[in-house]
């Protein structure tokens, strides 16, 4: 039984090495973003050597596709997981856009590998890419389901533009990036705050809609 023993020992250490390397390779991407990300370099942060490295990914698109992977899954656990708690509805919309900007708030000084990737990989079809989008893809259809959610409970207008919502939150946070990592505004957080509870009231009932809106007023 001893080598039985000895070989899942192996295996966790093993385990273990691939963790420390992933989240090493994590933050390097944070702040390099995924197309700075290479094996040499990870080798060179761990103090491994770069065939140690290549051996637990293979090649450095599977360790790009690693780092998304392991990135999304840490947005899972910081902002969508946590704000299934909260009551469906408006509360619930409430919490995965609170939760966001305060994850934002945290990438300040590093980046946000969605954005970073988009920019990178945008017009370069491939694995890293098709990956990017899917995870990019699977929050959009959490928010979109949140936000149907909302309408179902009677808390958004019945003819809300699911979509159109969606794309005017998403806006707010990719400006909050802008803004507050490239021009380094003041007030920022506090501004798409602001700004996600305008799109609220634009939704919610007894608000006028949007048609009643544009048209023009009589003279």
């Not at 945290?106 to 990017?132: K, N, Q, T």
């Not at 929050?139 to 159109?164: C, F, K, M, P």
């Not at 990719?174 to 996600?196: C, I, K, S, T, W």
Request: hydrophobic content about 40%; aromatic content about 6%; overall charge positive.
């Amino acid at each position: 039984m001893q080598p039985l023993r000895g070989l899942r020992s192996g295996r966790r250490k093993g385990d273990q090495t691939h963790a420390a390397i992933l989240d090493a390779a994590l933050g390097l991407a944070s702040h390099m973003g995924l197309e700075g990300l290479s094996i040499g370099a990870l080798a060179e942060v761990t103090q491994m050597s770069k065939s140690g490295v290549f051996a637990h990914f293979g090649s450095r698109e599977e360790l790009q596709i690693s780092v998304v992977r392991e990135y999304h899954a840490r947005f899972e656990q910081e902002v969508f997981f946590p704000s299934l708690r909260t009551r469906r509805g408006l509360p619930r919309l409430h919490a995965l856009f609170e939760r966001w900007v305060r994850r934002v708030s945290v990438e300040l000084d590093s980046g946000c590998i969605y954005i970073s990737g988009a920019v990178d990989f945008d017009d370069r079809p491939g694995p890293v890419r098709d990956a990017l989008a899917s995870m990019v893809g699977a929050w959009q259809s959490a928010l979109e389901r949140a936000i149907r959610i909302a309408v179902e409970e009677g808390h958004l207008r019945a003819d809300t533009d699911v979509q159109q919502m969606l794309f005017e939150i998403h806006g707010l946070i990719l400006a909050l990036h802008h803004d507050a990592r490239f021009l380094r505004n003041a007030g920022v957080l506090e501004r798409a705050r602001r700004g996600f509870e305008r799109v609220l009231a634009h939704y919610q009932p007894g608000a006028p809609p949007p048609a009643a809106r544009r048209k023009p007023a009589r003279r």
